[in-house]
């Protein structure tokens, strides 16, 4: 079986194009079930040339990233790429990870560094310096020499390259694809077989990079396959967010398009569409030594990028698609329109079968001449026909139908909180917890706190906009935040130091600047909520008073995995919205499942701003006994007209 992506690419007719999609695993077990559904819904209907797994930094994904791998290589048969990154875990991490890549049949390493090389903060306890793999691994290219190493030609290697320079925060000025060039050589020489780019969304930057390498005097990238990396724009907040951390350009023109729309989270997944199938067809057009292929991003989220390979006439033909019987398909709920110059294709099935598609639902087995038109329990609701026709699956991807709906209930993700069942759930990148700056820049931000008041400042000067990120935030207090402000500030002044929250909102219309978001015809709804570190010396009588309020639903947790709640199967939709034509939609549901999964990231997160200090230097210290110290707390009060009832409780 071909499994290599260069030999699966060269075995391209001449002249075509491919394109492949990156998945993370998903932090909760339900997520993880759910995005087993969404890839094979893909899979058959999208037909990727290959599938790549996301990897955490420091291999705090290993686990849960080699199960995803096993699951597209061998439950789904899809070729497979596995992300690895080699800093700050132990040796036998990596070998373990590279043994059991090819136990599973996994030709294809994606190798990376990971975050700069830091043991003495990442080593553990009773850890050998020689387990340490920052010994042999300072850069990728150690990497990809040991792999050739070890298992000769066995992998197909591939490279991560950055068409606008890599963003090394405390080296801003060599941001420059000119000072990487180098040691992307010296990569490619070491064995590379193929180049994967950060995202970006200014083609000239690519154009530009893929012309310098191409005449690069080395000759050693004159034919290797060079894909850029693209990420649909699943929404606003989202794009600015990823652009920023990613150090990606956004030109102004896209802005433009984006800012006309930002008020209506629809809009901008259709503008989005015509953005990225825009940059693939300007891509398509340009002379290219081999086959064209090009990598999305897809966010473990479907609808975007489905609709991007089928505008851009990416997806395979098939011989087996039945798609003669396929029709043109005008639904009015299938609002995204395709870029200037490309022609609507979306067909679907006229019909699955000629006989009816209504079926009685029954508990046994029954001996009639009428089975076929009965389905079991577990059956309901499942098209009686194949569903891995592509005009079918696309219709999914528009959200028709019981499977539709399956297909798009998370579209909307805005924020952490988000709904532990879907495998968007809590992530924008799979990569783990972090601080996601450097450690100069995190110095700076946070500088040398060595005592409690230190850390309340540092809560307090992000509230008051004075400081632009904390640990568990990198990004300033959003217009929303803003306007409970005053009462956020007094809970910091208690020494309860708030990481999330949200005000009352009730009825607003979705085009709010401030509180809106999804289609333009509808009202958003917001039960308050707050979350926060409160010492443990507060908390037990915290939670008696939170005990005996009927309007207050709790959730805590603390570094040892203790956990506390007012009801453990409570599923609290602390966000909702309800527009014209659609079932209600709840973006953001607070449980137990995604208050544990974020518990233990919040608590990492501890560790990790921890590791930016000398191990025994007095911030370290105070940062170490926070870290076993307090509760994180979340306190959801369930009056939503008169929301203000939440601040006062808890400053009594």
Not at 188 to 214: H, N
Not at 264 to 282: A, C, N, W
Not at 294 to 302: C, Q, T, V, W
Not at 350 to 365: E, G, K, L
Request: charged residues 25%; glycine residues 8%; aromatic residues 10%.
């Amino acid at each position: 079986m071909m499994e290599k992506v260069t030999d699966k690419i060269n075995a391209l007719p001449e002249g075509a194009n491919y394109f492949s999609l990156e998945f993370f695993p998903p932090k909760t077990s339900p997520g993880f079930a759910n995005l087993q559904g969404r890839l094979e819904r893909m899979s058959q209907a999208l037909r990727p040339l290959f599938v790549t797994v996301t990897w955490g930094a420091g291999g705090s994904t290993a686990t849960k990233s080699l199960e995803l791998a096993e699951i597209c290589q061998r439950q789904l048969g899809l070729t497979t790429c596995l992300h690895l990154t080699c800093t700050n875990m132990s040796r036998s991490l990596v070998d373990e990870a590279l043994e059991q890549a090819k136990v599973l049949g996994i030709r294809n390493i994606l190798a990376l560094r990971g975050d700069a090389p830091r043991s003495n903060e990442y080593r553990e306890e009773g850890q050998s310096p020689e387990e340490d793999s920052n010994k042999d691994f300072t850069w990728a290219i150690d990497l990809v020499k040991y792999i050739r190493k070890q298992y000769g030609d066995y992998f197909c290697i591939g490279v991560a390259a950055y068409p606008e320079g890599h963003s090394d925060e405390s080296h801003p000025e060599h941001q420059d694809p000119l000072f990487d060039l180098p040691y992307l050589v010296e990569k490619t020489k070491a064995g590379a077989d193929f180049i994967m780019t950060q995202l970006f969304f200014d083609v000239g930057a690519f154009d530009r990079f893929e012309e310098m390498l191409r005449g690069h005097e080395s000759g050693v990238f004159k034919t290797i396959p060079i894909i850029p990396g693209l990420m649909p724009i699943q929404s606003y907040n989202i794009l600015r967010r990823t652009t920023k951390l990613s150090h990606a350009t956004l030109p102004t023109d896209i802005l433009t398009r984006l800012d006309a729309v930002k008020g209506d989270d629809e809009l901008v997944k259709q503008v989005g569409v015509q953005i990225v199938s825009e940059m693939v067809e300007h891509i398509k057009k340009r002379p290219s030594v081999g086959r064209r292929g090009f990598h999305f991003y897809a966010l473990n989220l479907e609808k975007a990028v489905s609709h991007i390979v089928e505008d851009c006439h990416l997806i395979p033909p098939t011989l087996t698609e039945d798609d003669d019987d396929a029709i043109d398909l005008n639904a009015p709920d299938i609002t995204i329109s395709p870029p200037n110059g490309i022609a609507a294709r979306r067909r679907r099935l006229s019909s699955m079968n000629s006989s009816p598609h209504n079926r009685v639902i029954i508990s046994r087995p029954s001996k009639s001449s009428n089975a076929s038109f009965e389905a079991s329990e577990s059956e309901a609701g499942i098209p009686r026909g194949p569903i891995n026709t592509r005009a079918n699956t696309l219709a999914i991807s528009e959200g028709e139908g019981s499977l539709g709906r399956e297909a798009t209930w998370d579209d909307f993700p805005n924020g952490r909180w988000g709904d532990a069942r879907s495998p968007a759930f809590g992530e924008i990148d799979g990569y783990g917890p972090t601080l996601h700056v450097s450690t100069p820049q995190a110095l700076k931000l946070w500088g040398h706190p060595v005592e409690k008041d230190d850390i309340s400042r540092i809560f307090r000067k992000h509230i008051e906009g004075d400081l632009e990120a904390i640990p568990w935030s990198e990004q300033g207090l959003s217009p929303e935040t803003s306007t409970i402000a005053t009462q956020l500030l007094a809970l910091n002044g208690k020494g309860w130091w708030t990481v999330a929250s949200q005000p009352a909102v009730n009825g607003v219309p979705s085009t709010d600047p401030i509180f809106g978001w999804g289609p333009k015809n509808g009202f958003v709804f917001q039960k308050p909520f707050v979350e926060l570190f409160v010492p443990s010396s507060d908390w037990k009588a915290l939670q008696a008073r939170l005990e005996e309020h009927e309007q207050i639903t709790y959730f805590a947790g603390n570094a040892r995995g203790d956990f506390e709640a007012s009801s453990e199967d409570g599923v609290n939709p602390v966000t909702w919205g309800t527009f014209a034509g659609k079932e209600i939609i709840t973006p953001t549901i607070i449980e137990e499942v995604s208050f544990k999964s974020w518990q233990e990231e919040a608590y990492s997160i501890w560790r990790e701003w921890q590791r930016i200090y000398p191990p025994r230097s007095a911030t370290a210290k105070l940062l170490g006994e926070m870290r076993e110290d307090v509760w994180l707390v979340n306190v959801i009060w369930g009056d939503f007209v008169e929301g203000k009832g939440l601040w006062d409780f808890l400053m009594e």
